[in-house]
T-cell receptor, first 115, second 113 residues
Framework: AQKVTQAQTEISVVEKEDVTLDCVYE???????LFWYKQPPSGELVFLIR??????QNEISGRYSWNFQKSTSSFNFTITASQVVDSAVYFC????????????FGTGTRLTIIP | SAVISQKPSRDICQRGTSLTIQCQVD?????MFWYRQQPGQSLTLIAT?????????ESGFVIDKFPISRPNLTFSTLTVSNMSPEDSSIYLC??????????FGQGTRLTVV
């Protein structure tokens, strides 16, 4: 069985601070994808990143960066110099490629950036 | 990439009635999925919509309550039947292929009164 754990239910930081959202996953598969999605108050899911299980390189995209560590089954997401527009619920998800490509989502972390 | 149009975007329905949600994709896709997001909760997969055959339902979801159609590779519908207030949720359509991200529609906010 697959499982994604986002232990941080809610986080609040002051604007311009850095913040890291944690994601820990469980799977028996060797081939899988990990995702991060952003869900602003409007409700749509905004794709942020997809990471293949064979690619452990960290990735940076503007103020966003991701740290993938298979040894600890973690895929953490850091926002640098946070902005009010970053306020949203962030979901980490796992896709099993040996199945039918459905996603298992974590429970989400609600991030609030305080002006 | 894939662009997904989901209709309606929101609705308020009376208990005991049914609502059909439509999902249209701008390209042919193999896999289409329906998720439910209850208020303040994460996304839970309802079923995989299979083209040309019955949908595959996840544990806790049944065809009588959530009938799904998939007449072709670009379109699917989800019906929420005999609704109760507990069905108030956001329902999302998703598509994916092996080499791309999973794309989501903008969701349907359903309120049952």
């Amino acid at each position: 069985a697959q499982k994604v754990t986002q232990a941080q239910t809610e986080i609040s930081v002051v604007e311009k601070e850095d913040v890291t959202l944690d994601c820990v996953y469980e799977t028996r598969d060797t081939t899988y994808y990990l995702f991060w999605y952003k869900q602003p108050p409007s409700g749509e899911l905004v794709f942020l990143i997809r990471r293949n299980s064979f690619d452990e390189q960290n990735e940076i995209s503007g103020r966003y960066s991701w740290n993938f560590q298979k040894s600890t089954s973690s895929f953490n997401f850091t926002i640098t110099a946070s902005q009010v527009v970053d306020s949203a619920v962030y979901f980490c998800a796992l896709e099993n490629l040996l199945g039918n490509e459905k996603l298992t989502f974590g429970t989400g972390t609600r991030l609030t950036i305080i002006p | 990439s894939a662009v997904i149009s989901q209709k309606p975007s929101r609705d308020i329905c009376q208990r005991g009635t049914s609502l059909t949600i439509q999902c249209q994709v701008d390209s042919q896709v193999t896999m289409m999925f329906w998720y439910r997001q209850q208020p303040g909760q994460s996304l839970t997969l309802i079923a995989t919509a299979n083209q040309g055959s019955e949908a595959t339902y996840e544990s806790g979801f049944v065809i009588d309550k959530f009938p799904i159609s998939r007449p072709n590779l670009t379109f699917s519908t989800l019906t929420v039947s005999n609704m109760s207030p507990e069905d108030s949720s956001i329902y999302l359509c998703s598509v994916g292929t092996e080499n791309t991200e999973a794309f989501f529609g903008q969701g349907t906010r359903l309120t049952v009164v």
